[in-house]
């Protein structure tokens, strides 16, 4: 059983940053692949970014060059940096993780997430 609780989020105007973190309960968090999703009013959930256990990372081309996730296993956190923010990021961002690969671009396969943090961004 993996907890996973996000912090971070709120409101910052475009061109900002902010960095969100998810704390993770449990002595096997490091075994564990970690995703960042998002969710717009109205809109499907969407993945963001991924980093595996070993530390190989993915992310979705809308962030890419802007977001960066990293992970601390000593801490059992991960992390999503966000800079250059825009009005288009606006959305609750969750943090999931899972114990298999796969096609860890969909929401399907992640085994646990956390309850989410607003993150949104003004023009």
């Known amino acids: 059983q993996v907890q996973l609780v996000e912090s971070g989020g709120g409101l910052v105007q475009a061109g900002g940053s902010l960095k969100l973190s998810c704390a993770a309960s449990?002595?096997?968090?490091?075994?564990?692949?970690m995703g960042w999703f998002r969710q717009a009013p109205g809109k499907e959930r969407e993945f963001v970014a991924f980093?595996?256990?070993?530390?190989?990372?993915y992310y979705a081309d809308s962030v890419k060059g802007r977001f960066t996730i990293s992970r601390d296993n000593a801490k059992n956190t991960v992390y999503l940096q966000m800079n250059s923010l825009k009005p288009d990021d606006t959305a609750v961002y969750y943090c999931?993780?899972?114990?298999?690969?796969?096609?860890?671009?969909?929401?399907?396969?992640?085994?646990?997430w956390g309850q989410g943090t607003q993150v949104a961004v003004s023009s």
């Open positions: 980093i595996s256990w070993g530390g190989s990372t």
């Open positions: 449990g002595r096997t968090f490091s075994r564990y692949n």
């Open positions: 999931a993780a899972r114990s298999s690969g796969g096609t860890v671009y969909l929401t399907k396969g992640y085994e646990y």
